[in-house]
């Protein structure tokens, strides 16, 4: 199994940047990673996706060029750096670990464990 907790959510103006980071304790390695959000009344939706290794890296439309995610194995830590925020990213976000490779990375229902979130505010 593996626990996780983010952090570095916070209030920011739109253009502006944060960097999200999530903690992991046990087999870090022995799973691809993924960061989902959650906006008030809307369904949780994918942002981004790294493999074991790190190598290969997935995102969303609405987010790709903005956002850039990374992990340190050697740290059990997995980050999300967000650029050029908007008013639309505001959310939740969670952090999230895929044991299967052959399930869809973009589906929150093929990852077993989850953060508890962070609060992502971006102001107009």
């Known amino acids: 199994q593996v626990q996780l907790v983010e952090s570095g959510g916070g209030l920011v103006q739109a253009g502006g940047s944060l960097r999200l980071s999530c903690a992991a304790s046990?087999?870090?390695?022995?799973?691809?990673m993924g960061w989902f959000r959650q906006a008030p009344g809307k369904e949780r939706e994918f942002v981004a996706a790294i493999r074991r290794s790190g190598a290969i890296t997935y995102y969303a439309d609405s987010v790709k060029g903005r956002f850039t995610i990374s992990r340190d194995n050697a740290k059990n830590t997995v980050s999300l750096q967000m650029n050029s925020l908007k008013p639309e990213d505001t959310a939740v976000y969670y952090c999230?670990?895929?044991?299967?490779?052959?399930?869809?990375?973009?589906?929150?229902?093929?990852?077993?464990?989850w953060g508890q979130g962070t609060q992502v505010t971006v102001s107009s």
């Open positions: 999230a670990a895929r044991p299967n490779p052959w399930t869809t990375y973009s589906d929150p229902i093929n990852y077993d464990y």
């Open positions: 046990g087999r870090f390695s022995n799973y691809a």
